[in-house]
DNA sequence: AACCGCGATTAAACCGGTTTGAATGCAACG
DNA sequence: CGTTGCATTCAAACCGGTTTAATCGCGGTT
């Protein structure tokens, strides 16, 4: 081993400290105003002076410090993202990756960074937030998760911060990024009608969010629309454990439906298992629909037939919607692509009369 | 009440200025250095002084602006987290909002924000990293996924941020989180060949991460210890079309293996689905192991055989110890709970002799 | 009475940018 | 030739904290 001359962490000697402003200006012989107007392309700048502040900053690799421009900015060029979650579904919820993915490319192009909180009740939710805009770290916020009557749009809005709901238009009423994805749930039940079933039930995610809601109406309306009876709801939590509870829960009926169409994939998973652990067979004896289309989603088996969003979509928008709103610019035009309609192999035609079946003993998953 | 000038709550969304240092020094009595002095918790304070300080703060709601701080302390007080995923996996990959979470519980003490950048490409995560560094916008990264001979470290170090590496310790010369949970390996291998299974294969992760090899190295070494012949090694990249292929091109040898080990849970719950299309039965024909518990785990079908980390501890820890880094403190010992083995439906003992199976015709997954 | 020592307190400099208002240079105009 | 107008340029104030060095007050010594 050398004599190791710095402790591991600490700066390296060759770090030399940084340029500062000062230093580009007296190299190029100009003062601390023009490089500033040079580097925020400010017009009254000639072109000479212009080019000695560029090659002088390129020489001294010089690039403004951003702690210090957002002292006199009096912004930050961050926004911020709140993360609540349920541990278990924290690590399989394709949403928030993928968002984030979004969120990235849409803040790459401006500058911006994204400062990320992840909390596990609502009241660290609501201190994430006030931390936000007190200690002045993000500029603006998005808000995701949407409940019925969400109070949070209203209190971010009074800390001061920027906000975009990313839930579908009309939920709010400042700006919205999102969509009726909803409209999956209306083809699956058209399909699975198509396919002659008659029984199709629901299982609910956890109870008061909006995405929530608007899946079960989906599911409801297409029901009437198909002149179809009022079928069978059971609410759960996206877990894998509530659907599977679920899926018993609705194959202990005395007329259990022949197909399930289910608020996520890990649920409609769990519902496949359950019902393999039943004798039923999937989908001859029971159809079964997700929503989000998971990568494993072609793995299960049968393969998932199921909705897929384009969350990466809704990010880049939602990113782009909320440094326009901090920069007090016109909110783009956004243009989400359509949901689809997946079908695999959980689907099919009614095959069997329902036919009583009971949950295996004992046995727990886990 | 008092009557301050700005109780919280009353904000409106354009008017609403903070409250400064100056207010609250104003407000107690005393100059701006006995207030910083006080938020500071540094000596040479009266007990009185002290008290009409956080009286006065409490009034005026005020709090520390983090820009204003970050800029006189040359300090962000923030740690940047690099994400480089494959757009697919990144919806699936347990490790990282896992990681997340701990890294919040670890940060949440210390007052530091997490600042995210998710990125595609070596280049771009090259770019990231200089961004933080160049624009002061963190003050330690988080280095994951190493790779052999990665480079990063020595790197960021030049950039001036320090840096904590998850990964094995010993992986690295500067600070290390983590632990060799390749450990998890060497017991699924264990618990196949006690189950009697002498052909033990291993579909690998992309290679040249230090994990997937540390992976291979284990059930390498496993077989050796227990005197088994060598096994046959497929690699793939972590994707469950990967390990689809991979699993069937393990059972389109001659003598096909009866168990396989896999790199994670999403290869080998393709695996089952890949085996499962042949005509196998798992475990009778094929017993399957997968690495991460992800939460679908116990509901694939039949449900899975895993190695499960306690991915969050690990974010807490490496939290706590880039802070004491950047803080210039001594690192806090580390306590990482230990791997487990969870046996559920998809290991079981050798009940068939091999026998030639095939793929099934044109189908494809997706 | 003059002096010391020491904790408490504060004025002022500083961090590295942005922004304002005034000064400067120069050409065109009356 | 004296003005005026315009484009450049820059010194200085400012953002809201931290930190340094000097000052103050006061009881105890000599």
Redesign the pocket.
């Known amino acids: 081993m050398s004599t190791a001359p710095t402790p591991p962490g600490s700066l390296e000697p060759g770090a030399a400290?940084r340029a500062?402003?000062?230093d580009v200006a007296a190299r190029a012989?100009?003062?601390?105003?023009?490089v500033?107007?040079v580097?925020?392309d400010r017009?009254?700048?000639?072109a000479?002076?212009r080019d000695r502040v560029l090659r002088a900053a390129e020489a001294l690799g010089?690039q403004?410090?951003a702690r210090?421009?957002a002292?006199?900015?009096?912004r930050t060029q961050a926004v911020g993202l709140v993360i609540r979650r349920d541990p278990e579904l924290l690590s399989t919820d394709p949403f928030f990756p993928q968002f984030m993915a979004g969120v990235e490319i849409g803040l790459a192009a401006h500058d911006y960074s994204l400062v990320l909180q992840v909390v596990g009740d609502e009241q660290s939710e609501r201190a994430a937030y006030q931390r936000f805009a007190r200690e002045s770290r993000a500029d603006g916020v998005f808000l995701t998760d949407l409940r019925l009557h969400d109070p949070r749009p209203q209190e971010v809005r009074e800390l001061g911060l920027s906000a975009v709901v990313v839930a579908p238009e009309g939920t709010d009423p400042g700006p919205t990024i999102g969509m009726n994805d909803d409209a999956g749930v209306r083809r699956a039940v058209h399909h699975l009608h198509s396919l002659g079933h008659q029984h199709i039930a629901h299982v609910m995610g956890t109870a008061g969010y909006v995405h929530t809601e608007a899946r079960r109406r989906a599911w409801q309306n297409a029901l009437e629309e198909l002149g179809l009876p009022t079928g069978t709801v059971v609410t759960a939590d996206f877990t894998g454990a509530s659907g599977a509870r679920a899926t018993h829960e609705l194959l202990d009926l005395p007329h259990p439906p022949t197909a399930i169409v289910y608020g996520n994939d890990l649920m409609a998973i769990a519902g496949i298992s359950a019902a393999t652990d039943r004798g039923l067979r999937v989908p001859d004896d029971l159809s079964v629909v997700g929503f989000d289309d998971i990568p494993l989603a072609p793995y299960a088996v049968p393969s998932l037939t199921t909705v897929r969003q384009n969350v990466v979509a809704w990010g880049t928008a939602a990113a782009r919607a909320l440094v326009a709103l901090v920069e007090g610019n016109e909110p783009p035009t956004i243009d989400l692509p359509p949901v689809e309609f997946i079908v695999r192999g959980s689907t099919g035609p009614t095959k069997n009369p329902p036919r009583r079946t009971s949950r295996p003993g004992g046995s727990r998953k886990g």
């Open positions: 400290k500062t402003i000062g012989g100009v003062s601390k105003s023009t500033s107007f580097v925020n017009p009254g700048v000639s000479t002076a010089w403004p410090n210090a421009r002292l006199s900015r009096n």
